[in-house]
Structures are given as structure tokens and as C-alpha cells.
């Protein structure tokens, strides 16, 4: 093909193109809106994440029950006034990424149902792939034996 058989011309568009409407309405000052609540808000009784190394050091030396495919270590990492944190450790023995991610998401379901000491951490272990298949009642069962194991009537340092 040669450069005289290109035409020069363009064609028109058809249709302006399309944009998507502004979030903002255009009839209503800024000052029609109602203010944002101030500060954040506190947690009702929520399970907080375990975050800093401290708290991974005293959950690894603090006391551990082990039943079915879950261990749990429990050790007190707060304030009796904090609420209690949670972290869950699911190897790769149990899976791909998918089952791991399954499994640790019914057990978030499960300890959201547990009567769980405030101040205090908790580490959730699966020791056994069969977890994949475990169904979330008899999870349930598990965590909830595991739990009443733990004698919390003494603080520890």
C-alpha cells in the first residue's frame, strides 16, 4: 500500500466520549453536609490483631494446649482494659494459598464465637493439613476445648 491510497482525512466521531458523573451535586453547597463524627471509634468488643515482635515473643514462651489439628498459646501481652488479640499461623503443609486463606478465615469466624480474656494474645495454630477438610462445627468444638484447658483465674508477669 502506498501513501496516496491513505486517506488524509479522519472521520468525525460519532458519539462525544463518555465520562462518568462528578461525585459531587451540583445543586448543594458544601455546607449542606452533615459533619463527620470526631476521632476514631472504639472497638466493641473486638478482637484485636497481634502486630509488634514483643507480643510474637511472649506469645512464643507463653502456655500452649494442643487438641485435634489446632494448638493454641495464650500469654498476657496488654492492659486488662485492651481487648484480646488474635493471630492465626497456617503453614504451607496445609496447602496452596487458597486452602490456607479458607482455613484461616473459618477460624476467624470460630473465635469470633469465644469468650476470650481481654489483655490478653492468643496464637492460633493448624499442626495438621486435615484442617482443610475439617468442617467448622467440629472446629468450633476444638478451639472451644482448647480454650476452657486454660486456667486464667492467675495473672502472669
Known amino acids: 500500500m502506498r501513501e496516496e491510497d491513505v486517506p488524509a482525512e479522519q472521520p468525525q466521531a460519532e458519539e462525544d466520549p463518555w465520562f462518568p458523573p ?3 451535586h ?16 472504639h472497638p466493641l468488643g473486638l478482637i484485636w490483631r497481634v502486630r509488634d515482635p514483643a507480643s510474637f515473643r511472649a506469645l ?14 495464650t500469654a498476657l501481652i496488654g492492659a486488662p482494659s485492651d481487648p484480646p488479640r488474635v493471630a492465626y499461623a497456617v503453614g504451607r503443609s496445609v496447602g496452596g494459598a ?20 481481654a489483655g490478653r494474645g ?18 468450633d468444638l476444638t478451639l472451644s476445648g482448647i480454650l476452657s484447658k486454660f486456667n486464667y483465674g492467675e495473672r502472669e508477669s
Not at 512464643?60 to 498459646?73: D, H, I, K, Q, Y
Not at 499442626?127 to 475439617?134: E, S
Open 98 to 117: 487458597v486452602q490456607r486463606n479458607r482455613v484461616r478465615r473459618r477460624l476467624r469466624e470460630v473465635m469470633r464465637s469465644q469468650q476470650l480474656e
Open 26 to 41: 451540583p445543586r448543594r453547597s458544601a455546607a449542606d453536609r452533615p459533619a463527620s463524627g470526631q476521632g476514631s471509634r
Open 122 to 139: 492468643y496464637l492460633v495454630r493448624v499442626v495438621d493439613p486435615a484442617a482443610v477438610t475439617t468442617d467448622i462445627r467440629t472446629l
Open 22 to 24: 462528578a461525585h459531587a
Open 60 to 73: 512464643a514462651r507463653g502456655r500452649r494446649r494442643r487438641s485435634g489439628v489446632l494448638e493454641v498459646r
